[in-house]
Structures are given as C-alpha cells and as structure tokens.
C-alpha cells in the first residue's frame, strides 16, 4: 500500500496518527500542517494531481473545510480514498460527508484524533493491538484532552508531551516509532528521562520569564491575560495562570514568530473557542487558537514598539 497522511503538526496527537501508520507503512509520506494552512496542503496535492497517486489519503487531527470537502464529495476517485478522522466540535457538521468520521466523546471519555484512527485501523485488521501500542494511544489522549490533569494525575501523559516538546517532530515520530516496533511495554528510557526532567526545569524558567510580562484586558466581555510568548510554552504557561488561580477567565498566548495565537481557558466554564471564532479560529472550548494575519502582526509589532 502507498499512502499520504495530513496531520497536526502541533501537538502528541497528530503525531501520534503518524507513527500508527508509519508501523504499517515504514516508507510513509506524511504532512504535517497547521489547523490554518491543511486546506492549501491538500489543494496543492489536488492541483498537482499527485493526490491520485495515493491508495488511501488520511488527514488525522484536523478537517478540511467545507469547499474542499465538496471537491472530494463529487470526484468518485477521491471519495473512495480520503478519510478523516477528528475530534472538534468546531467540525461536527462535516460528518455529513460519508468519508468524515468526527467524534468528541465515547466510552472512554473524550476522544482525539489519534484513538480515533487507531480504532479504524483496529476494525480494518490494518494493525495488530498490543500493550505498548494500546498504552501509546491512551496517553496521547489523555494529554490532548487534559484528562491526564482533571482525572488522572497522569504524569506520564503530561511527560509525553514534554519529550515531544524536547526533541521536536521528526525525532518524536522516529523514537515513538522504534518504541512501538521494539518493545512490548510503553516505558520511557534512561536518556529519554533525563531529557524530560531537563526540559521541566528549564519550561519553568521560562513560564516564570513569561508571566511577569501578563498584561490585563477585557475581551469580547470577559477578563484576559496577555502573554507573548514561544508557541512551545503556550500550555504550560496557561496551566501555570490556572494552577495559581490567577483572576483571569482565560489567557491569550501569541507567538509572533509562529504565527498563532492560542486561548486556553483559566477559569472553569469560560469558553474560548466562541473567542478564537470570533478571530476567525476554532478549536475546543477550553483550548483553541487562530493563525495571526500580516496585517495583525503590524498591528501587533505598532503596539511593542509604541
């Protein structure tokens, strides 16, 4: 089989599809694209024709938006091979496409994009289940919807994340990779300890660095904190502001060089997705973002330097 795979370049959770489907298919091609740039992705394929190459296109963790969902729709080819799979709520009224599979909750609590794949090919006898693999899976899940802190108090979620966060996107597909194909049990080993213990010194640092910085306003009628930050720094900085209860509803996390700026809610019930929309984002209510445009970032860049 040959296959192309789009998934979010942010986050354990859309790597976590990639390494799935890299223990199937050892030479993938994948793509790893921003909530706000999968559709050019995508299109760029289409427009080459290279899309047809594919036996199966799977864009994981993110959706399509309507316009190139109906191109898949009314070409016969295409709807035969692409499937999606993920979690928004944002995206809930795609799942009219046959090819669209978006799911928020199941018996296990709430899903993300990687389970929700893992379960596909579980159910298309595309991959065996085992220990580590089955482990891998949940954890990456607890982390994407923060159940490792609200119900867990799963340190190892959180330390997944971390190591991701270490040794950045490629590294992490080729360790979690060789994890998965190796060993029986999902353990962490003596470099790859040290490496997240590194990294939780130095992430407080910089927490720190950044909060001193917060400024204070009053957004669409709700009160925000403003932190300019690097895009990698953007949950722990927001966990950080919850965990010291800071009176705030939610954070507003924008990383210039990155290009995003990220909500995470501070206080229970505050809804940020309904905030990023507004900016013309998406994503969950307690955790949600938006690409920052040229002119923002002159808008932005007018306010440092005044």
Request: proline share 0%.
């Amino acid at each position: 089989m040959h296959n192309l795979i789009f998934s979010h370049i942010s986050d354990i959770d859309g790597m976590g599809s990639v390494v799935l489907l890299k223990l199937v298919e050892q030479d993938l091609h994948y793509e790893l694209c921003e909530t706000f740039n999968v559709n050019d992705k995508f299109e760029e394929y289409y427009n080459s024709k290279k899309i047809y190459d594919y036996d199966y296109i799977y864009i994981t963790d993110l959706c399509l938006d309507d316009e190139h969902l109906k191109i898949i729709q009314n070409d016969s080819i295409l709807k035969s091979k692409v499937k999606i799979f993920d979690h928004h709520e944002s995206v809930l009224q795609f799942n009219s496409y046959d090819f669209v599979n978006i799911v928020i909750k199941d018996k296990k609590g709430f899903c993300c994009g990687t389970t929700l794949f893992y379960k596909y090919l579980l159910d298309n006898k595309i991959i065996k289940s085992n220990q580590a693999i089955d482990k891998f899976c949940e954890l990456t899940r607890r982390h994407d919807t923060w159940e490792w802190k609200k119900i867990y108090n799963d340190e190892m979620s959180r330390n997944l994340s971390l190591l991701f966060e270490t040794v950045g996107t490629e590294k992490y597909i080729e360790i979690m990779y060789n994890k998965l194909k190796n060993e029986i049990e999902f353990k962490f080993n003596d470099v790859e300890e040290f490496l997240i213990e590194n990294r939780k010194t130095k992430m407080m640092e910089k927490v720190l660095s950044y909060v001193q910085d917060i400024v204070y306003k009053e957004i669409f009628g709700l009160k925000a904190g403003i932190v300019f930050i690097s895009y990698e720094y953007r949950n722990e900085v927001a966990q950080y502001l919850t965990d010291m209860k800071y009176d705030i509803d939610f954070v507003m996390l924008i990383a210039i060089e990155h290009g995003t700026i990220s909500y995470r809610s501070v206080k229970p019930g505050v809804n940020v997705r309904i905030v990023a929309e507004k900016m013309g984002g998406k994503g969950h209510d307690e955790a949600a973002g938006n690409s920052i445009s040229n002119i923002q970032k002159e808008q932005i860049l007018d306010i440092l330097l005044s």
